[in-house]
Antibody, heavy 117, light 106 residues
Framework: EVQLQQSGAELGKPGTSVKLSCKVSGYNIRNTYMHWVNQRPGKGLEWIGRIDPANGNTIYAEKFKSKATLTADTSSNTAYMQLSQLKSDDTAIYFC??????????WGQGVMVTVSS | DIQMTQSPSFLSASVGDRVTINCKASQNINKYLNWYQQKLGEAPKLLIYNTNNLQTGIPSRFSGSGSGTDYTLTISSLQPEDVATYFCLQHSSRYTFGAGTKLELK
């Protein structure tokens, strides 16, 4: 069974960084892309970017180019997203999601990031 | 960037009703349109991919249609467990979600 297990909730102060993880079991992440999506409180979903874990190539949505950094460790089958220069507007649930048979058919459970001083 | 306009934003219906949710793209997305269901506190769940393909394990009361810029999700007979928020996603050019439709029981 394919599972994406995300790290626990984060509380970050404005101006700092947090690094989220998404550990995959049941599927080799080298064979797919890992995407990240956020959902601000009471709002819809927003695509942040994706990484090809096989070679580290990344694509970001324009508004997240200086906010998010995606990496992956194929030895541990884990993808990461670092969010930098945190602001209150970054408070959201962050999901990792990957396509196996089709786009975004597998999702992590989501992790709440709260930015507060 | 492609914009997705989803309607309605809120929908109240009775058990057994036929329900339709619409998404309109700002340009032709060539049927690269998926539908997701999100229940409170959960991750989104794929229902329909590439306009009209039912994901494995999804009940047949869910169906999708459309072409060009206009797409529709239909629930043929609403069940209590269908209470959720529904999102469309275009993946023709990068990825854009619709704003969501919150579906409640009347």
């Amino acid at each position: 069974e394919v599972q994406l297990q995300q790290s626990g909730a984060e509380l970050g102060k404005p101006g700092t960084s947090v690094k989220l993880s998404c550990k995959v079991s049941g599927y080799n992440i080298r064979n797919t892309y890992m995407h990240w999506v956020n959902q601000r409180p009471g709002k819809g979903l927003e695509w942040i970017g994706r990484i090809d874990p096989a070679n580290g190539n990344t694509i970001y949505a324009e508004k997240f180019k200086s906010k998010a950094t995606l990496t992956a460790d194929t030895s541990s089958n884990t993808a990461y997203m670092q969010l930098s220069q945190l602001k209150s507007d970054d408070t959201a649930i962050y999901f990792c999601a990957m396509p196996i048979t089709t786009l975004f058919d597998y999702w992590g459970q989501g992790v709440m990031v709260t930015v507060s001083s | 960037d492609i914009q997705m306009t989803q309607s309605p934003s809120f929908l109240s219906a009775s058990v057994g009703d036929r329900v339709t949710i619409n998404c309109k793209a700002s340009q032709n997305i060539n049927k690269y349109l998926n539908w997701y269901q999100q229940k409170l506190g959960e991750a989104p769940k794929l229902l329909i991919y590439n306009t009209n393909n039912l994901q494995t394990g999804i009940p047949s009361r869910f169906s999708g249609s459309g072409s060009g810029t206009d797409y529709t999700l239909t629930i043929s007979s609403l069940q209590p467990e269908d209470v959720a928020t529904y999102f469309c996603l275009q993946h023709s050019s990068r990825y854009t979600f619709g704003a969501g439709t919150k579906l409640e029981l009347k």
